[in-house]
């Protein structure tokens, strides 16, 4: 793999990285200094790399596995603090609150939730990646993923309901 393969293949999914990346190591400013050693081991190993049949799925398992690396020299937890609903802006303040306390709920459920579902979960509802691209990064198969979500999503459902339906 010659450097503009390298640059088309590889590189251009640096971005694409940059969530899950950020996500797991808890920072921008963390996750930017990941990617760039994550390239520069790719780049080490480009040749190998430019036979492999499943290129994105690669450098995203790469990656994760870098992250999780880091995690455990540091020995720090997962953070979820990262993650916003988008608050809608209004003039009414009853609206804004609720949206508030929708986004604290989701954050509680979301932490009770085992780690694979809640993983796979932020990474297609939240961070908007594909099926292949998950199953690639979390070593599972695309059918596994998708019971994983399913139970995920009907969790939260569940527990949103349980609440909701409490307060009516």
């Known amino acids: 793999m010659n ?5 088309l293949k590889v590189f251009s999914l640096s971005e694409r990285l940059f969530p899950m990346v950020s996500r797991m190591l808890g920072s921008n400013g963390n996750a930017e200094d990941a990617i760039q050693e994550i390239m520069m081991k790719l780049w080490i190993k480009r040749k190998e790399i430019g036979n492999h049949p499943n290129i994105t799925g690669l450098v995203f398992l790469t990656a994760r596995n870098y ?4 995690l455990r020299k540091r020995r720090l937890e997962i953070e979820d603090t990262f993650f916003e609903l988008e608050i809608l802006k209004s003039d009414n303040l009853h609206e804004e609150l609720e949206w508030r306390e929708l986004n604290k709920m989701i954050k509680k459920i979301l932490k009770s939730l085992p780690e694979k579902q809640k993983e ?4 297609r509802d939240l961070e908007g990646y594909e099926f292949l691209e998950i199953a690639a990064a979390t070593q599972l198969k695309i059918e596994h993923v998708r019971v994983l979500l399913s139970r995920a999503r009907k969790e939260v459902s569940v527990k949103l309901e349980k609440y909701y339906g409490y307060e009516r």
């Open 3 to 7: 450097k503009s393969e390298f640059r």
């Open 67 to 70: 992250c999780i690396d880091v």
């Open 120 to 123: 796979i979960l932020i990474m």
